[in-house]
């Protein structure tokens, strides 16, 4: 199986500030990837779908970059509500594998 | 407006067989392209994907769980329906569905609809 490797596993940022996630592909997945957004008690909401593109109603300061096996989720300017767990997932393969998470706080 | 929610028991004894529905609305697995995945998170820990049925009934799961899965769909009651054999305590999690819409036998768009989930603890 394709394994997914997020960094940093948790992060902690002021209001404002830039903020970019790392998540590395064990093997190529073209760009087959998406990230999502999960609250405390809620289902997992899409944020970016084939590595770059925003998903309906995400916010324009929410972007994805990479190919390959390197890719990044930029958040422009932090804002209190972006407070979370971000995931990762490959579905270049029909085992659809996710990254263990990044913890996101807000200083 | 396109929903997924999930049902099932919310306590399994080890060795039971789990059963899970996935009843959904706003589109159907009659329609080219669309797909419905099952996804677990254990409490505070990441999301694992578990398996995927599409609308030509082809099926794939998790490498790890494939020998324990089954998933099947009921295309008249727009439902879906994941069995899980052989029930342990590390099980225990909370199971969501999702649609993902396949395009040239990708999924696209990865899962762009959740269902709010279903929590499943195993134990005796």
């Known amino acids: 199986d394709i394994q997914m490797t997020q960094s940093p596993s948790t992060l902690s940022a002021s209001v404002g500030d830039r903020v970019t996630i790392t998540c590395r592909a064990s093997?190529?997945?073209?760009?087959?990837l998406a990230w999502y957004q999960q609250k405390p008690g809620k289902a997992p909401k899409l944020l970016i779908y084939?590595?770059?593109n925003l998903a309906n109603g995400v916010p324009s300061r929410f972007s994805g970059s990479g190919s390959g096996t390197e890719f990044t989720l930029t958040i422009g300017s932090l804002q209190p509500d972006d407070s979370a767990t971000y995931f990762c997932?490959?579905?270049?393969?029909?085992?659809?594998?996710f990254g263990q998470g990044t913890k996101l706080e807000i200083k | 407006q396109v929903t997924l929610r999930e049902s099932g028991p919310a306590l399994v004894k080890p060795t039971q067989t789990l059963t899970l529905t996935c009843t959904f609305s706003?589109?159907?697995?009659?329609?080219?392209?669309?797909?419905v995945s099952w996804v677990r998170q254990p409490p505070g820990k990441a999301l694992e994907w578990l398996a995927l049925?599409?609308?030509?009934?082809?099926?794939f799961y998790s490498t790890s769980l494939k020998t324990r899965l089954t998933i099947s769909k009921d295309t008249s009651k727009n439902r879906v329906v994941l069995t899980m054999t052989n029930m342990d305590p590390v099980d225990t999690a909370t199971y969501y569905c999702?649609?993902?819409?396949?395009?040239?036998?990708?999924?696209?768009?990865?899962?762009?609809?959740w269902g709010q989930g279903t929590t499943v603890t195993v134990s005796s």
């Open positions: 999702a649609r993902i819409i396949a395009v040239a036998a990708k999924p696209y768009y990865g899962l762009d609809v």
């Open positions: 706003g589109f159907s697995l009659r329609t080219s392209g669309m797909c």
């Open positions: 049925i599409d609308w030509d009934d082809d099926k």
């Open positions: 093997q190529t997945i073209g760009n087959w």
């Open positions: 084939k590595a770059s």
């Open positions: 997932q490959q579905y270049n393969s029909y085992s659809h594998t």
